[in-house]
DNA sequence: CGGCATCCTGACCGATACTG
DNA sequence: CAGTATCGGTCAGGATGCCG
């Protein structure tokens, strides 16, 4: 982002309107990375493999709160795009070694920017989301459910 | 990153098993935070009140894919977790005014280092996507309809 | 050990309609 | 203009059970 640009509330917008036009509209692929990377699981897998190659038993020690289906739903779509490799070794139970690839690995640096932040600022957010509950308002459920 | 770990696949693990221990299973914020952000829309609208607080229509008309419901939605949340600043003008028709708090402004940093991943790896992904799907794979359906 | 198949629930999201 | 309410569709994700 090299939005060098302007800080002045609501009066003039000059190309301010536009929908999100080309540049910054790089919202396409964000949208689709978040997508991906957005999942419950996603994440935690990549920071695990990060640590280096495990297999899946260790995987699914190593998180615990995931099932087998979704560790290996999320070790697929990982795969498939290109973040994580699969090694299988022929032995007699059968072995197979997840690792990150240089894809994958490149996706630490920003993911640790994220986690940092997500760590700094967990309390503001939840003091937050505490106050506005606590207010007038209709509580956290914004409309889903609610018989 | 400043992981200077091992490399080493199946042998001695020493403390890599651990159920992603204290410290790095930050994954606790960290999975709070994106299932705030990795929902579809959230990262649109902090990004473009990035550029400066707009209105109701401003918004609606500047991400345009959305709908009010979602967009509604989407700003509730915000503004829940404290990162959006909601002010009613008591105008004739009623004017209303998002903006960013501080605490929002400082997603933008860490949001901009994983967009800017996001558009330089994206055709990375997409290739490794279609590879995988032109090999032997059963194809991106990954088992959830399919009758 | 590692993985796939099936069923089911709930959250997320969109289109429409109506209020202040 | 700003927002809520309702209905319906789609999909992530959990539980279970079986196979190599």
Redesign the interface.
Known sequence: ?S?T??????GM?VE?????TAE?H??C????????????WS??VV??L??????FS?LH????DISQRMLT?TL??L?????VDRTV?PTVPA?V?Y?LTD?GR??????????????D??P??E???V???AAG?PG?D??VSRA
Request: net charge positive.
């Open positions: 982002m939005a640009n302007n800080g002045v509330p609501g917008s301010l309107d536009m929908p999100v910054e790089a919202s692929p964000v949208t689709d990375v978040l997508r991906r990377v957005g999942d419950k994440v935690l920071v695990v990060g640590r280096g190659p495990k297999r260790q020690r190593g998180i615990e739903r697929r779509g795969q498939r795009d290109g973040l070794y072995t070694e690792a894809l490149t996706l630490l640096g920003p993911l640790s920017v994220l986690t940092a932040w997500a760590v600022h967990r503001d957010i003091e937050a989301r106050r506005h509950d308002n956290a914004h409309g």
